[in-house]
């Protein structure tokens, strides 16, 4: 059974850092693209960032280029997002995700995934 287990979300305030944790369980690490997205209510779930678990190439979304940083630890099955810089509009529930096109949807801001967690709030207040 597929698992991926979010970790890390919490309150910041504006200018501040987080940094949230993927584990997964039940499921090919290796070969296949891991990432995450949020969604604040009342909006589309939006891609955020994702990388590939084989090599280290890594996709995101224009919003959070700069200041979102997407990692990976092999050993651990386990991927992780450096959130720097945190403004207001980061507020929302983010998932942690899994999918072969994972990685070419949140180019264009979007999440095209085949599994994904239960996840984590983030919440930036002003």
């Known amino acids: 059974q597929v698992q991926l287990v979010e970790s890390g979300g919490g309150s910041v305030q504006a200018g501040g850092s987080l940094r949230l944790s993927c584990a997964t369980s039940g499921y090919t690490f290796n070969n296949n693209c891991v990432g995450w997205f949020r969604q604040a209510p009342g909006k589309e779930r939006e891609g955020v960032a994702a990388i590939f678990t084989v090599g280290s190439n890594t996709y995101y979304a224009d919003s959070v280029k700069g200041r979102f940083t997407i990692s990976k630890d092999n050993a651990k099955n386990t991927v992780y997002l450096q959130m720097d810089s945190l403004k207001p509009e980061d507020t929302a529930m983010y998932f942690c995700?899994?999918?072969?096109?994972?990685?070419?949807?949140?180019?264009?801001?979007?999440?095209?995934?085949?599994?994904r967690g239960q996840g984590t709030q983030v919440t930036v207040s002003s």
């Open positions: 995700a899994a999918g072969a096109r994972l990685c070419g949807s949140v180019v264009h801001g979007r999440a095209d995934f085949d599994d």
